[in-house]
T-cell receptor, first 115, second 117 residues
Framework: AQKVTQAQTEISVVEKEDVTLDCVYE???????LFWYKQPPSGELVFLIR??????QNEISGRYSWNFQKSTSSFNFTITASQVVDSAVYFC????????????FGTGTRLQVFP | GAVVSQHPSRVICKSGTSVKIECRSL??????MFWYRQFPKQSLMLMAT?????????EQGVEKDKFLINHASLTLSTLTVTSAHPEDSSFYIC?????????????FGPGTRLTVL
């Protein structure tokens, strides 16, 4: 079975703080893909990143960084120097083998950044 | 690139009526589109996979006669909620996979909020 767990339901921080959103996944597939999406209050899901299971190199994009650890089945997302515009619900998602298009979403983490 | 639109963004209807939601890929052709449902403060649940020119594949527990999906062209998929009831009220989101890439990344539309009175 495939599963994505985002244990943090809601996180509140003050602007300029760093914040890490946790994502733990379960899959028996040897090849899989992990994603992070942002859902602002408007509702639209914004694609942030995709990571292959065979590429454990961490990635940084501006204030965003991702830490992929296969040993702990985690794909955590860190926002550095958070801003009010970062307030949104963030979803981690997993896509398994090549034979399925299905994205398995976590339950999401609601991030509130206060000025 | 990879822009997906949905129409309408918001719809209110009476119980028993049918509602059609459109999902369009604006700058690419999508052989595969996906329909998700999201209840308030919950995650997205895949309802069905829409394939151009063939029947949609529904997830377990999703009534195909209630949620009619048509993918008649490479840029348009429609979801029709037939004989809608208040429990069908939800946020419906479509996505499309960008073809010709190995990323299998799905790009999402802005969603349609359906309220059934």
């Amino acid at each position: 079975a495939q599963k994505v767990t985002q244990a943090q339901t809601e996180i509140s921080v003050v602007e300029k703080e760093d914040v890490t959103l946790d994502c733990v996944y379960e899959t028996r597939d040897t090849t899989y893909y992990l994603f992070w999406y942002k859902q602002p209050p408007s509702g639209e899901l914004v694609f942030l990143i995709r990571r292959n299971s065979f590429d454990e190199q961490n990635e940084i994009s501006g204030r965003y960084s991702w830490n992929f650890q296969k040993s702990t089945s985690s794909f955590n997302f860190t926002i550095t120097a958070s801003q009010v515009v970062d307030s949104a619900v963030y979803f981690c998602a997993l896509r398994g083998s090549y034979n399925t298009d299905k994205l398995i979403f976590g339950t999401g983490t609601r991030l509130q950044v206060f000025p | 690139g990879a822009v997906v639109s949905q129409h309408p963004s918001r719809v209110i209807c009476k119980s028993g009526t049918s509602v059609k939601i459109e999902c369009r890929s604006l700058d690419f052709q999508a052989t595969t589109m996906f329909w998700y449902r999201q209840f308030p403060k919950q995650s997205l649940m895949l309802m069905a996979t829409s394939n151009e020119g063939s029947k949609a594949t529904y997830e377990q527990g999703v009534e195909k006669d209630k949620f009619l999906i048509n993918h008649a062209s490479l840029t348009l998929s429609t979801l029709t909620v037939t004989s809608a009831h208040p429990e069908d009220s939800s946020f419906y989101i479509c996505s499309a996979r960008v073809p010709g890439t190995s990323t299998d990344t799905q790009y999402f539309g802005p969603g349609t909020r359906l309220t059934v009175l």
